[in-house]
């Protein structure tokens, strides 16, 4: 099993930043894929950012494009997620996510398996 542990998040106004961050304890990064999930009340959970073991794939919501940024540093088993121009319907609990696949591009296809306890993101106008 690996465990994900996140840490950031908080309060800011409409247009600030904020970044989370998550790290993991596999024993290996290879083929593991990476991800943020981000569930609001009355609404299901939905994929904000993906990203593959090298970074070289990354994928991220509609929603969220040209404003979010997924990273990774594989050194430090840290994932990040930088979240600029935040707008109030960003607000959600936030999941860091992973899980092995030998193609991180076909995620849609497939659950994660393992999860972080979540990150509180409250965004007010």
């Known amino acids: 099993q690996v465990q994900l542990v996140e840490s950031g998040g908080g309060s800011v106004q409409t247009g600030g930043s904020l970044r989370l961050s998550c790290t993991h304890s596999?024993?290996?990064?290879?083929?593991?894929?990476m991800g943020w999930f981000r569930q609001a009340p009355g609404r299901t959970r939905e994929a904000v950012a993906v990203i593959d073991a090298g970074s070289a794939f990354k994928d991220y919501a509609d929603s969220v494009k040209g404003r979010f940024a997924i990273s990774r540093d594989n050194a430090r088993n840290t994932l990040t997620l930088q979240m600029d121009s935040l707008k109030p319907e960003d607000t959600a609990t936030y999941y860091c996510a992973a899980t092995f696949l030998w193609n991180c591009a076909g995620w849609v296809n497939r659950e994660f398996d393992y999860w972080g306890q979540g990150a509180q993101v409250t965004v007010s106008s």
């Open positions: 596999s024993y290996r990064n290879t083929n593991l894929c």
